[in-house]
Antibody
Framework: EVQLVQSGAEVKKPGESLRISCKGS????????ISWVRQMPGKGLEWMGR????????NYSPSFQGHVTISADKSISTAYLQWNSLKASDTALYYC????????????????WGKGTTVTVSS | QSVLTQPPSASGTPGQRVTISCSGS????????VNWYQQLPGTAPKLLIY???QRPSGVPDRFSGSKSGTSASLAISGLQSEDEADYYC???????????FGPGTKVTVL
């Protein structure tokens, strides 16, 4: 079974650093991108950025560029989302998702999602 | 403000047909395929439609997608109570070089 398993909920103080993880299993991790998606309380989905685990190429939404870092360790099939200095406004639910491209196709879609990691930032 | 536009809400009685629109531009829907995601309360999003009108295995054929120009639509026919959820359209945007979601539409079954 293809699945993405995310790390557990985090409670942090403003200014602290944090790295959350997303471990893929059941498929070849380097074949497909991993995207990160934010959902603030009571709000919609926001694409943050993605990484190609085969070469760690990343690209970010302009809204998140410079605020977070996406990385991956293909040896352990894990992608990461990192903050150096959290703010209260980073409080949200964060999902990772496999950004799948069928063989020979020119299109992508997020077909497998993690259950989400809740991040709470409060003093 | 979202690059893609959706109505905030839609509703219908059981058995009715509900349609959700998604409006974009020449840099996203106009040149790339549209995907739709369903998010039931308290759960992770689920892929509902990909490549404009394709259903993943396991998605009931009550759900259908279409696209014309820079707009797309999701239709739910034979609405059921378990269809109460938030629905998001999404597409790659070539100008932003990123994936964009619509703001979501909350479907209520009356």
């Amino acid at each position: 079974e293809v699945q993405l398993v995310q790390s557990g909920a985090e409670v942090k103080k403003p200014g602290e650093s944090l790295r959350i993880s997303c471990k893929g299993s059941g498929y070849r991790f380097t074949t497909d991108w991993i995207s990160w998606v934010r959902q603030m309380p009571g709000k919609g989905l926001e694409w943050m950025g993605r990484i190609d685990p085969s070469d760690s190429y990343t690209n970010y939404s302009p809204s998140f560029q410079g605020h977070v870092t996406i990385s991956a360790d293909k040896s352990i099939s894990t992608a990461y989302l990192q903050w150096n200095s959290l703010k209260a406004s980073d409080t949200a639910l964060y999902y990772c998702a496999r950004h799948f491209q069928p063989l020979g196709a020119s299109y992508y879609y997020m077909d497998v999602w993690g259950k989400g990691t809740t991040v709470t930032v409060s003093s | 403000q979202s690059v893609l536009t959706q109505p905030p809400s839609a509703s219908g009685t059981p058995g009715q047909r509900v349609t959700i629109s998604c409006s974009g531009s020449s840099s996203n829907i106009g040149v790339n395929t549209v995907n739709w995601y369903q998010q039931l309360p308290g759960t992770a999003p689920k892929l509902l439609i990909y490549s404009d009108n394709q259903r993943p295995s396991g998605v009931p054929d009550r759900f259908s997608g279409s696209k014309s120009g820079t707009s797309a639509s999701l239709a739910i026919s034979g609405l059921q109570s378990e269809d109460e959820a938030d629905y998001y359209c999404a597409a790659w945007d070539d100008s932003l070089n990123g994936y964009v979601f619509g703001p979501g539409t909350k479907v209520t079954v009356l």
